[in-house]
Nanobody, 117 residues
């Protein structure tokens, strides 16, 4: 079955950097065709979209991360990344990877990111 496994979360001081990874497996359709997204959910808040990357590599980052976050993908490794620089305390959340194709959407289990001194 489809699995999305996030890694790379942790505790970082405000202003620091983290690189999240999401390794995908079990797709019956090539990973290349999936739209990949990163979401996050802070305690007591709704899940919000952080960044999107299409099958052709076209990327978009939400306003909350513009200029600081970069999403990328390596189709040969079935992996999507989220590079986060200049992290702010309000970026503390569980970060989730998601894969979308037509009406299908798959989710990972999430990885905790905490920006705190």
């Amino acid at each position: 079955q489809v699995q999305l496994v996030e890694s790379g979360g942790g505790l970082v001081q405000p202003g620091g950097s983290l690189r999240l990874s999401c390794a995908a497996s079990g797709f019956t359709v090539s990973f290349n065709f999936y739209l990949m997204r990163w979401y996050r959910q802070a305690p007591g808040k709704e899940r919000e979209l952080v960044a999107t990357i299409g099958s052709g590599g076209n990327a978009n980052v939400a306003d909350s991360g513009k200029g600081r976050f970069t999403i990328s993908r390596d189709n040969g490794k079935n992996t999507v990344y989220l590079q986060m620089n200049s992290l702010k305390p309000e970026g503390t959340a569980v970060y989730y990877c998601s894969a979308l194709l037509a009406s299908l959407q798959y989710w990972g289990q999430g990885t905790q990111v905490t920006a705190s001194s």
